[in-house]
């Protein structure tokens, strides 16, 4: 992450009239795109690519995660989003228990899993909204019995 905008901040203090924010830039970039989600309080939302355009979801439409080749696909029923993240980071910005590591490079919605199929050596089949077959790694497997039993 760690990102940073070399940017001129002007900050000025008004007495009367509507408070605003005004935002120059020559290019789009996940950094921009954060600053303006704080300022519409885009709680909630994830903002990424697609089709070389700027898109924003909301997070509970995430059906699961994947790294690719050190890059962050977020998938929706509707898109794919390249996302400026890791899946680390995901999970530590959004500390949302709905998210579930599953693998080493994928993470799941839970609340968009329809069902489950336990296989051989210990893992579990998700299956996603829209029929995508996840497949919950045996490192992570018990990890999830434990989260769907209520006892994370």
């Given amino acids: 992450m760690g990102e940073r905008l070399d940017l001129k901040l002007d900050i ?3 007495t009367e009239g509507q408070e605003s924010v005004t935002i120059r830039y020559r290019d789009d970039n996940p950094l921009l795109n ?4 704080i300022l519409r309080d885009d709680k909630g939302k994830i903002w990424g690519k697609s089709d070389d355009r700027s898109l924003c979801v909301n997070i509970d439409e995430i059906l699961y995660l994947e790294s690719v080749e050190d890059k ?6 509707d898109n794919v ?3 400026d993240s890791t899946l680390n980071s995901f999970m530590i910005e959004t500390s949302d ?3 579930f590591r599953c693998s080493k490079s994928m993470i799941i919605n839970v609340n968009r899993v329809v069902s489950l199929k336990s296989l051989s050596s210990n893992r579990i089949d998700a299956i996603m909204q829209g029929g995508e077959h996840i497949i919950i ?4 497997a ?3 019995r434990r989260l769907l039993k209520g006892a994370r």
């Fill in 137 to 140: 790694s045996r490192r992570y």
């Fill in 34 to 37: 954060r600053v303006v989600g």
């Fill in 97 to 99: 228990e709905t998210f």
């Fill in 72 to 77: 962050v696909f977020a998938y929706t029923e």
């Fill in 12 to 14: 000025e203090k008004i």
């Fill in 81 to 83: 989003l390249k996302i």
């Fill in 142 to 144: 018990s990890e999830f």
